[in-house]
């Protein structure tokens, strides 16, 4: 089961860069930062340190990790260029995380950005990636299905 090494390996590469970012930044972040936007993109909640730079990548990487259980758990539904959809959905999903965490890590740095700006465009991307998948594992079940002639039997 081989899946696109490219978004993987970008992906791998920005889960080790959050953890790296936040190991860089803890020295000089405050106990207490940004962790929370409300609808307007406006921050409207803090968190400690700890949660602040450490939560988006270890939900970053947690959730690769899982996202990539399925081709295991159920490699019949992963088969060529399915796995390769289900890579970039790893990566898009990695991305917004990674996102997320670059916001957090702005703001509590004295930037004050609207998420806004940030998650939408990531969660558009995000939306494609997700219709890629579908589409992919849409066409090996229909090729599952169809007869073998491939037309209609009567």
Sequence with gaps: MKGNRNADWLAR????AMFAVAAWSWPTTPAQIPIHWN???QIDGYGSKFVGLLL???????????IGLTAVIRPEQF??????????FRLAYVIVMAGVFGVIVAD?????????YVIFPLLAVMMIAIANLLMQL??????????????IQV
């Design 13 to 16: 590469a920005l889960i080790v």
């Design 39 to 41: 609808i307007a993109g």
């Design 56 to 66: 988006m990548p270890v939900i970053g990487l947690a959730g690769y990790g899982l």
């Design 79 to 88: 088969e060529g260029r399915a796995m390769s959809a289900l890579s970039w």
């Design 108 to 116: 509590a740095g004295g930037s004050n950005l609207n998420m806004n």
């Design 138 to 151: 849409n066409r090996i079940k229909m090729a599952k299905t169809a007869p073998p002639s491939g037309g």
